[in-house]
Nanobody, 128 residues
Framework: QVQLVESGGGLVQAGGSLRLSCVAS????????MGWFRQAPGKEREFVAA????????YNADSVKGRFTISRDNAKNTVYLQMNSLKPEDTAVYYC?????????????????????WGQGTQVTVSS
């Protein structure tokens, strides 16, 4: 089992940047495909970005392509979400998620149902 702790959220003006971090417990972080999701008030949780366990493959939702970048540092048990050119519609609670894989894989996952573990979330607020 893995525990995930997000940080880096906050209040930022439109056009600004933030970098979210998600630190995982345990010694098997490299066995997990990771993802970022977000949930705005009154809306369903939506996919933002995903990265394979080997970090060779990444995928972003259309709404954040060209602005957000997901990356990981397996030596630090951490996955990042660099968010640039933020817009008010990016305001949400951001969650990181992990999917345990028992085999070497370059797959990434875009559905919340495909993830096994979730962090508690970090609030991102973008003012206009």
């Amino acid at each position: 089992q893995v525990q995930l702790v997000e940080s880096g959220g906050g209040l930022v003006q439109a056009g600004g940047s933030l970098r979210l971090s998600c630190v995982a417990s345990g010694r098997t972080f490299g066995s997990y495909a990771m993802g970022w999701f977000r949930q705005a008030p009154g809306k369903e949780r939506e996919f933002v970005a995903a990265i394979s366990r080997s970090d060779s493959n990444t995928y972003n939702a259309d709404s954040v392509k060209g602005r957000f970048t997901i990356s990981r540092d397996n030596a630090k048990n951490t996955v990042y979400l660099q968010m640039n050119s933020l817009k008010p519609e990016d305001t949400a609670v951001y969650y990181c998620a992990a999917r345990r894989l028992s085999y070497v894989s370059t797959d990434y996952y875009t559905s919340a149902a495909e993830y096994d573990y979730w962090g508690q979330g970090t609030q991102v607020t973008v003012s206009s």
